[in-house]
């Protein structure tokens, strides 16, 4: 390998011993190697170096403490934390039909909870697969101890009222998938409206139709956004586990 | 005020530890868009939520999420890292400062595209995302450096 000429005190080194070197001659002086050696010594040097290990500096290990304890904080606070801390699912509301729906004391049964708004198209496009959930003799639900809730987040198009929902329920048709013919939505179980959002920000639902289900322990069991055409099958499979069977 | 000289190492190390995060933040968001039902502190409004973002088409490329490209591309900046920290020079034609600039780049670029369909497609910005993307940003710019000193 060719000799270079060491730019602090003019010796001639080897190319490859030039970084030694100035590590022990020169310890102070600050010299680019790349404005030294040319493309080709470079190649050649690392070629016959054997691998070694990359020295830190005492300023260099106190910055990179004080990056990797701010970076592992910032992940604690946004991704850890709240994987350890359970939702808070239970909500008492007034139902559009006057009742009152309180999840404490659905304690022991399994939970549909769905987020919707009536003006939102793909939740239009769901009520009837959960109407078919609900009324099912095949999976028999409602009778098995299922309860369902539809939590209305006023989230887009005109002013969700009791009435407004109440008329859209008994009403309002559509294409029933099994007939061909106008069908109502009909859907039985109680309608709440989460006035002031309070409920969907506890479950984290930004969303509709965000569908969540609930063990008997309250406790968040499955939970999917969006549409899905295939969600009756999907959820009558995660309500009959929750059942146990 | 007396300027710190970091050393080679420092930077690996330090392109080392911005990979490692990267790589947990997309982790998580794979894990968000795939089976997640936690609630989040990125889900702060309509605005700066991933949820939103997540929910939209661009969250994934066929059945794979992004945010698992985002992962890989992570992993493979974390393994060069260590790579050049534990004295490996040269990978295949080129050295490993210059794969790690190239991986840098591919991610920033992709990084902004993102951003920009958050801010003017999607209209909602996930932080994570965005956390991700200032990860990269930050490999990049200690890539630069290393390659201009190596």
Same mark, same amino acid.
């Given at each position: 390998?060719?000799?270079?000429?060491?730019?602090?005190?003019?010796?001639?080194?080897?190319?490859?011993? $030039?970084?030694?070197?100035?590590?022990?001659?020169?310890?102070?002086?600050?010299?680019?190697?790349?404005?030294? $050696?040319?493309?080709?010594?470079?190649?050649?040097?690392?070629?016959?170096?054997?691998?070694?290990?990359?020295?830190?500096?005492?300023?260099?290990?106190?910055?990179?403490?004080?990056?990797?304890?701010?970076?592992?904080?910032?992940?604690?606070?946004?991704?850890?934390?709240?994987?350890?801390?359970?939702?808070?699912?239970?909500?008492?509301?007034?139902?559009?039909?006057?009742?009152?729906?309180?999840?404490?004391?659905?304690?022991?049964?399994?939970?549909?909870?769905?987020?919707?708004?009536?003006?939102?198209?793909?939740?239009?496009?769901?009520?009837?697969?959960?109407?078919?959930?609900?009324?099912?003799?095949?999976?028999?639900?409602?009778?098995?101890?299922?309860?369902?809730?539809?939590?209305?987040?006023?989230?887009?198009?005109?002013?969700?009222?009791?009435?407004?929902?109440?008329?859209?329920?008994?009403?309002?048709?559509?294409?029933?998938?099994?007939?061909?013919?106008?069908?109502?939505?009909?859907?039985?179980?109680?309608?709440?409206?989460?006035?002031?959002?309070?409920?969907?920000?506890?479950?984290?639902?930004?969303?509709?139709?965000?569908?969540?289900?609930?063990?008997?322990?309250?406790?968040?069991?499955?939970?999917?956004?969006?549409?899905?055409?295939?969600?009756?099958?999907?959820?009558?499979?995660?309500?009959?586990?929750?059942?146990?069977? | 005020?007396?300027?710190?000289?970091?050393?080679?190492?420092?930077?690996?190390?330090?392109?080392?530890?911005?990979?490692?995060?990267?790589?947990?933040?997309?982790?998580?968001?794979?894990?968000?868009?795939?089976?997640?039902?936690?609630?989040?502190?990125?889900?702060?409004?309509?605005?700066?939520?991933?949820?939103?973002?997540?929910?939209?088409?661009?969250?994934?490329?066929?059945?794979?999420?992004?945010?698992?490209?985002?992962?890989?591309?992570?992993?493979?900046?974390?393994?060069?890292?260590?790579?050049?920290?534990?004295?490996?020079?040269?990978?295949?034609?080129?050295?490993?400062?210059?794969?790690?600039?190239?991986?840098?780049?591919?991610?920033?670029?992709?990084?902004?595209?993102?951003?920009?369909?958050?801010?003017?497609?999607?209209?909602?910005?996930?932080?994570?995302?965005?956390?991700?993307?200032?990860?990269?940003?930050?490999?990049?710019?200690?890539?630069?450096?290393?390659?201009?000193?190596?």
């Amino acid at each position: 390998m060719a000799s270079v000429k060491c730019p602090v005190c003019g010796v001639s080194v080897k190319a490859e011993n $030039l970084e030694r070197h100035l590590r022990n001659q020169h310890p102070r002086e600050q010299v680019d190697l790349s404005e030294v $050696l040319s493309e080709k010594d470079r190649e050649a040097v690392a070629e016959t170096k054997a691998p070694t290990r990359a020295g830190l500096t005492r300023g260099g290990k106190r910055m990179l403490l004080v990056v990797g304890l701010v970076v592992a904080a910032l992940i604690a606070l946004v991704i850890v934390l709240p994987l350890l801390t359970p939702l808070n699912t239970d909500f008492t509301l007034p139902s559009t039909d006057g009742t009152t729906v309180s999840l404490p004391s659905w304690r022991g049964s399994p939970v549909l909870v769905e987020f919707m708004d009536l003006d939102c198209p793909y939740c239009q496009e769901e009520a009837p697969l959960l109407v078919t959930l609900y009324t099912s003799t095949a999976f028999n639900f409602t009778a098995r101890g299922v309860k369902f809730v539809s939590v209305d987040m006023n989230f887009e198009g005109a002013a969700d009222t009791a009435d407004r929902i109440n008329t859209w329920r008994t009403t309002t048709s559509y294409s029933c998938p099994q007939t061909g013919t106008a069908c109502f939505y009909g859907s039985a179980w109680p309608y709440c409206i989460d006035t002031d959002g309070t409920v969907a920000r506890n479950y984290g639902a930004t969303q509709t139709p965000t569908i969540f289900v609930l063990d008997k322990n309250g406790k968040v069991y499955q939970k999917y956004v969006g549409f899905d055409s295939n969600a009756v099958a999907r959820l009558a499979a995660n309500l009959n586990a929750l059942l146990g069977g | 005020m007396a300027r710190t000289q970091l050393s080679r190492g420092d930077l690996l190390l330090l392109n080392a530890i911005l990979a490692a995060a990267g790589a947990v933040v997309a982790a998580y968001l794979t894990y968000e868009k795939l089976v997640s039902f936690s609630s989040s502190v990125c889900d702060i409004n309509d605005y700066f939520s991933c949820r939103t973002v997540g929910a939209s088409v661009f969250s994934a490329i066929g059945v794979v999420p992004t945010a698992t490209i985002g992962l890989a591309g992570f992993l493979v900046l974390l393994a060069l890292s260590l790579a050049a920290f534990r004295g490996r020079e040269r990978l295949g034609p080129w050295f490993v400062d210059g794969w790690t600039l190239l991986f840098a780049v591919v991610g920033a670029l992709l990084g902004l595209g993102l951003t920009f369909i958050e801010v003017f497609v999607i209209h909602a910005v996930c932080i994570l995302c965005a956390t991700g993307f200032a990860l990269d940003l930050g490999i990049l710019a200690t890539a630069v450096v290393l390659r201009r000193t190596s």
